[in-house]
């Protein structure tokens, strides 16, 4: 089975503090996605990455940057956290950039900004 | 760009009684994906339709995709409390290099009252 694990189910973050999200996939996948989920927004891909170093903006970019060192890992992080940004991240992975394949979730954080 | 949309929104239900929602692409789609998500949990992948007019069934729950492969729906038969949760639909980006991304609709909220 695919395992797709977040570092914090929750996370409570001043405004301005530097955040990390952390996700981790053990099944070699080459996709990996973040994204944010609100209410009657559905999922909105901030960053996705289809390779080791190798990223693309996705729809709601602003605000956050990602780094993919090591194809198991992929990292969001919101430099100067704000309000706006209190939400659920949601991290995904799929296995090749060639097609568009199923998605693996992993479980969530959720991201309040004080 | 590519808009992916969902109806309803929310839908509530009696026990028992049935349930759909529809998706419809902006553009034509090569293959489109269902998840559920519980309340509380993470997108689930269901289903992959892949051909004009396919049919699927998973149990109660039936999926068919257009015969223009820009609609699908999910029909789910005598709810049960168990099929509580928000529904997606997903397309592959259309056009240039896709990178495996999918565009998700906004999803349906089903309430099934005991």
């Known amino acids: 089975d695919v395992k797709v694990t977040q570092s914090s189910r929750y996370l409570v973050k001043r405004t301005g503090e530097k955040v990390f999200l952390e996700c981790v996939q053990d099944m070699d996948h080459e996709n990996m996605f973040w994204y944010r989920q609100d209410p009657g927004l559905g999922l909105r891909l901030i960053y996705f990455s289809y390779d080791v170093k190798m990223k693309e903006k996705g729809d709601i970019p602003e605000g956050y940057s990602v780094s993919r060192e090591k194809k198991e890992r992929f990292s969001l992080i919101l430099e100067s956290a704000s309000t706006n940004q209190t939400s659920m991240y949601l991290c995904?992975?799929?296995?090749?950039?060639?097609?568009?394949?199923?998605?693996?979730f992993g479980p969530g954080t959720r991201l309040l900004v004080l | 760009g590519q808009q992916v949309m969902q109806i309803p929104q929310y839908q509530h239900v009696q026990e028992g009684e049935d349930f759909t929602t529809y998706c419809n692409s902006s553009t034509t789609l090569s293959n489109i994906q269902w998840y559920k998500q519980r309340p509380g949990g993470h997108p689930v992948f269901l289903i992959q339709?892949?051909?004009?007019?396919e049919v699927k069934k998973q149990k109660r729950l039936t999926f068919q995709f257009g015969e223009a492969k820009k609609n699908s729906s999910l029909h789910i038969t005598a709810t049960q409390t168990t099929d509580v949760g928000t529904y997606f639909c997903a397309g592959p980006n259309a056009g240039g290099t896709s990178y495996g991304k999918l565009t998700f609709g906004q999803g349906t909220i089903l309430t099934v009252h005991p």
């Open positions: 995904a992975s799929s296995a090749s950039y060639t097609r568009a394949e199923t998605q693996y």
């Open positions: 339709l892949v051909k004009s007019g």
